[in-house]
């Protein structure tokens, strides 16, 4: 049965796949939040010769009934879920003529990858340098922008770092990223190691493994100072590391000179 703002679905339909529908209690029952990308129904023609793609505006599990219009089945209680200001019907379209032959219901799926900027600005305010970060989107909780303690050296493709003041470890993995928190710097993680038994470790490197629990190898030498390691009777000076889960990959995008007149604000 066909109605010209809504469709019953056939009995064959599991009524689970309309409940699964994410809603809103914010309308009337069975109305979508106003949010046209969150659901769509695409209505085919009896003859299969035509399709319309609408936004689904409101469910009816119970009776196997959706609609793509803002009034009911009855051409009855109009509500605004779009919050346009506007009474949408969307009618079938003409070639339809009156009648649906099937529908495919269609939720968006989340996007499987996000991704943020990274600014490095100069004492001026400038921007003097870009990145843009490619991640599987999973969404940021605040533990996973915590700082370790951590010493970052120019010209060397190592990392110093310890676990936080609490006792929380880092996540180390081959191929993940580390970020130098105080120059806001990307670096792939190639190798860790973790601080071998005291018996264990050269002589040469009791100096390192002393002031530090892990050691990282990266892809590519360290641009610029962060901390210090320690060297004779200096001790090591921490500054901070970030390793944000699910980064796939850190795209330079340098930074652009703008004319004198754009920066001063001039048209």
């Not at 979508?32 to 609408?54: C, K, M, N, V």
């Not at 530090?212 to 390691?229: D, I, M, P």
């Amino acid at each position: 049965v066909s109605y010209p703002v809504g469709v019953r679905l056939v009995d064959s339909v599991l009524p689970d796949d309309l409940v699964a529908v994410p809603t809103s209690a914010s309308t009337r029952p069975g109305g979508l939040i106003p949010d046209p990308e969150i659901a769509e129904i695409t209505l085919f023609s009896e003859d299969g010769r035509f399709s319309q793609t609408y936004p689904l505006t409101n469910t009816d599990p119970a009776n196997l009934k959706c609609y793509w219009s803002e009034y009911d089945d009855q051409g009855n209680n109009p509500v605004d879920y779009n919050g346009n200001g506007y009474s949408d019907i969307r009618g079938l379209p003409a070639e339809f003529l009156g009648k649906v032959g099937r529908v495919i219901l269609r939720t968006v799926r989340d996007a499987d990858f996000s991704w943020l900027l990274t600014v490095r600005r100069g004492s001026d305010g400038q921007a003097r340098g870009v990145d843009v970060v490619i991640r599987y989107h999973t969404g940021i909780k605040p533990l996973d922008e915590r700082i370790f303690p951590a010493s970052f050296r120019a010209g060397l493709a190592v990392v110093g770092v310890n676990d936080a003041a609490d006792g929380t470890e880092p996540v180390l993995k081959r191929g993940a990223y580390v970020f130098d928190a105080l120059n806001a710097r990307w670096y792939r993680i190639t190798n860790h190691e973790t601080r071998p038994s005291s018996g264990l470790i050269p002589t040469s490197e009791a100096g390192f493994w002393g002031a530090y629990k892990y050691r990282l190898t990266l892809e590519s030498e360290v641009v610029a100072n962060a901390g210090a390691f320690p060297t004779g009777s200096t001790s090591a000076v921490y500054s901070g590391a970030m390793f944000l889960p699910g980064v796939v990959d850190v795209y330079p995008m340098g930074s652009l000179s703008l004319p004198a007149a754009l920066q001063a604000g001039e048209n």
